[in-house]
């Protein structure tokens, strides 16, 4: 079989026609793929929650870096660059944050249309997770752009943070070959540089995908169990609980 005609589609086939016609499957072979995306949700599941603790860690190295700053200054020291790396760990935390968020209910939605009936509840939160879940691949398929982009042209941040040569070699293994590991490896040196954008916007891009994964994940889930996935807002869930306490008070 030859398969460069089905590899060689345009990527807007991959990105929006191929999971729009999957979730069309979803909803007609419900029972059917219910057995088989189990599994991968349970590992989709980790991988949200991996991704929310590597947030917590991009906090946890803001304050880190604020406590490294505060005792240099005590020390008559100079860090350099401390506040940029500190703003890459801000959007770091955002973004790596963005998919676990979103199954922890955590994003701001309008709900108005969700409380007249359970059928315009499905069918709402179906059109507002494919709406959701094209914009956000759109919005990823660029972010990854950006990342190619900004490392073709060499372009730097504007700040005075520098990193050392081997840390950026190390990165670019992640997305060479095995075989090309030895010549990047050479390559570098062993001073400092300034910063590469792309190095900051790798977390931007993985941040992007996994909310993109995480939509079309949650609009199969959606269309296969009939159930919204994403929890209930803390703001709506502590109303509802205040609602019911007070009406067994009154009763």
């Known amino acids: 079989m030859d398969w460069k005609p089905f590899l060689g589609l345009p990527l807007w086939v991959w990105l929006f026609v191929f999971p729009g016609l999957f979730a069309v499957l979803c909803l007609v072979l419900r029972q059917k793929l219910y057995g088989v ?8 599941d980790f991988i949200y929650t991996a991704s929310g ?5 991009c906090m946890v190295g803001i304050l880190l870096i604020i406590v ?7 020390l008559s020291l100079q860090f350099p660059g ?3 790396f500190a703003g890459y760990a801000m959007a770091a935390t955002s973004f790596f944050a963005l998919a676990h968020a979103l199954n922890r209910g955590a994003h701001i939605r309008v709900s108005i249309l969700l409380n007249l009936n359970t059928f315009t509840r499905k069918w ?16 990823a398929r660029y972010a990854i752009k950006t990342n190619f982009m900004s490392e073709m042209i060499n372009d730097r941040t504007q700040g005075i943070d520098q990193v ?17 590991w030895q010549s990047i490896w050479e ?7 300034y910063t590469p954008m792309w190095l ?17 994940d949650n609009l199969y889930r959606l269309l296969v169990t009939g159930e919204n996935p994403i929890s209930m807002e803390t703001v709506d869930g502590d109303i509802s609980a205040d609602n019911k306490v007070a009406t067994e008070s009154a009763s």
């Open 187 to 193: 390559a570098a040196g062993t001073g400092w540089v």
């Open 82 to 84: 401390s506040t940029d």
């Open 200 to 216: 900051p916007q790798i977390p931007m891009s993985i941040g992007a995908v996994l909310l993109a994964v995480a939509l079309w």
């Open 164 to 180: 050392p040569e081997r840390v950026l070699a190390v990165v670019k293994m992640f997305g060479a070959a095995p075989s090309q």
């Open 53 to 57: 603790v590597l947030a917590a860690c």
């Open 124 to 139: 709402v939160n179906v059109f507002a997770l494919l709406v959701a879940a094209i914009t956000a691949t759109y919005f």
């Open 68 to 74: 490294v700053q505060m005792v240099f200054r005590w």
């Open 37 to 44: 995306l189990r599994p991968l949700w349970k590992v989709l």
